[in-house]
């Protein structure tokens, strides 16, 4: 088990999120390992920003494989298109609104 002495690690919070393993710290964002050509930021939403509101939304621009919402920070979130073109549609007719 690793301490927050532990050259590998900066601050305790670092260290809070090792696995009890010790084997790797774990992911901070779930959305990480997501295709970054179909990944769209949506930033701006409110405390209350609904998964499936947003999920609806998306849908008129193609197929959506997954949304995130941030909730510590609230006000934004990751939606994950099927495909590249779907997301650039979304990105181009969303934008601003």
């Not at 009890?20 to 992911?27: F, I, W």
């Not at 193609?62 to 934004?76: D, E, L, M, Q």
């Given at each position: 088990?690793?301490?927050?002495?532990?050259?590998?690690?900066?601050?305790?919070?670092?260290?809070?999120?090792?696995?009890?393993?010790?084997?790797?710290?774990?992911?901070?964002?779930?959305?990480?390992?997501?295709?970054i050509e179909?990944?769209?930021?949506?930033?701006g939403?409110?405390?209350?920003?609904?998964?499936?509101?947003i999920?609806?939304?998306?849908?008129?621009f193609?197929?959506v494989k997954?949304?995130w919402?941030?909730?510590?920070?609230?006000?934004?979130?990751?939606?994950?298109?099927k495909?590249?073109?779907?997301?650039?549609?979304?990105?181009?007719?969303?934008?601003g609104?």
């Amino acid at each position: 088990m690793a301490y927050p002495e532990d050259p590998r690690f900066q601050t305790v919070d670092d260290y809070e999120l090792m696995p009890p393993d010790g084997s790797k710290k774990r992911q901070l964002n779930p959305t990480d390992d997501w295709d970054i050509e179909c990944k769209v930021y949506i930033g701006g939403l409110g405390y209350g920003a609904d998964k499936q509101e947003i999920e609806n939304v998306c849908q008129r621009f193609g197929v959506v494989k997954s949304v995130w919402v941030a909730r510590h920070p609230p006000g934004f979130a990751f939606v994950l298109f099927k495909s590249s073109y779907d997301a650039d549609i979304a990105v181009k007719y969303m934008n601003g609104m």
